[in-house]
Structure formats: structure tokens, C-alpha cells
């Protein structure tokens, strides 16, 4: 499987365009609650962009990725 290194890049087009259409002001962020809201549209565009946005919202930047937050209890 061949492995895109700027996939991100490619897959957001419009930058700015899904905080338009949540109607949150420049600068600001689109808390979760509105995230969810979103990706349930009937628009299948504005659908995808929320979906991308909570897969981005998962990343930290510098290419690692979180930690989770919780523990599992080590087998025996």
C-alpha cells in the first residue's frame, strides 16, 4: 500500500470553508458539540468536511499522535 506523505494538504481544499458554514468568526474554533452537529448534515461536502476535521482534531501537530488517555490493566 503506497503511502501519501501530504494527504492532509490534498484533502482540505477550501480552508475556512466548514468554520463558514458553522458560522464561527475567524480565528475561532468549532467546539465538538458543533462538530458533531455538522456531520450530521444532509450535505454530504459539508458531512465529509466535519468528519476530516474531527480525524484532525485527534492529531497533534509535528506528526505525532496523541497518547491515549486511558490505561490498560497489563495481562497475566
Sequence with gaps: MATDKNWIQKAIKNPGALR???GVKAGKKISGKE???LSKSK???????ANL????KKMKV???VKKRTTTRKPKR
Design 20 to 22: 463558514k458554514k458553522a
Design 53 to 56: 476535521a474531527k480525524t484532525l
Design 62 to 64: 509535528g506528526g505525532t
Design 43 to 49: 450535505n454530504p461536502t459539508t458531512r465529509k468536511q
Design 35 to 37: 462538530l458533531t452537529k
